[in-house]
């Protein structure tokens, strides 16, 4: 779901929760499958990384208007960092907010979180550092001028950083 108004983002009650550093303008809703559970009844920390990237996709394709083609995406994972709050249940309600923080004309970083819309309990948050990526010679590439003026306008902001 894409909003030309910032999505309100919970803090929940955890005061170890940090502020969001840029608004959001795209939510996904996450679904949560039986084999996302682990043998302590909650989900395996290693499927937060797949809800990542299903708000990754969803945002290029929503927001952004690339296709999904396997074999020819133009950007790649160089950096993810997960900081984890407070675990997950299954048949809880979770959802994925996904912005892009800053550009280079090389790379650009995001920022995510995942949380219950019904507590506002935030499950986690990731900062991941994408870089533009030729898969045919597999090889680092510059970022689309087209692809940058999608996201500036997109996030209603500047977003590449002059070094």
Same mark, same amino acid.
């Given at each position: 779901?894409?909003? %030309?108004?910032?999505? $309100?983002? #919970?803090?929940?009650?955890?005061?170890?929760? #940090? $502020?969001?550093?840029?608004?959001?303008?795209?939510?996904?809703?996450?679904?949560?499958?039986?084999? %996302?559970? %682990? +043998?302590?009844?909650?989900?395996?920390?290693? /499927?937060?990384?797949?809800?990542?990237?299903?708000?990754?996709? !969803?945002? *290029?394709?929503?927001?952004?208007?690339? =296709?999904? !083609?396997?074999?020819?995406?133009?950007?790649?994972?160089?950096?993810?960092?997960?900081? *984890?709050?407070?675990?997950?249940?299954?048949?809880? #309600?979770?959802?994925?907010?996904?912005? +892009?923080?800053?550009?280079?004309?090389?790379?650009?970083?995001?920022?995510?979180? +995942?949380?219950?819309?019904?507590?506002?309990? /935030? =499950?986690? +948050?990731?900062?991941?550092?994408?870089?533009?990526?030729?898969?045919?010679?597999?090889?680092?590439? #510059?970022?689309?001028? !087209?692809?940058? $003026?999608?996201?500036?306008?997109? !996030?209603?902001?500047?977003? /590449?950083?002059? =070094?």
């Amino acid at each position: 779901m894409i909003s %030309d108004t910032p999505f $309100a983002i #919970p803090r929940g009650n955890n005061r170890r929760i #940090p $502020a969001p550093t840029v608004p959001f303008y795209h939510l996904y809703d996450l679904q949560i499958r039986f084999n %996302d559970i %682990d +043998i302590l009844g909650h989900i395996n920390n290693s /499927v937060y990384l797949s809800f990542f990237d299903l708000g990754k996709a !969803e945002y *290029f394709v929503s927001a952004l208007g690339q =296709k999904m !083609e396997i074999g020819k995406v133009g950007v790649a994972i160089v950096n993810i960092n997960c900081s *984890f709050f407070s675990p997950s249940y299954f048949n809880e #309600p979770l959802q994925v907010v996904t912005a +892009i923080t800053s550009m280079s004309v090389h790379s650009f970083k995001m920022e995510q979180r +995942i949380f219950n819309p019904a507590t506002g309990d /935030v =499950k986690c +948050i990731a900062h991941s550092v994408l870089a533009g990526f030729d898969p045919s010679t597999a090889t680092s590439q #510059p970022l689309p001028a !087209e692809f940058i $003026a999608r996201a500036e306008a997109f !996030e209603h902001r500047s977003l /590449v950083v002059k =070094k």
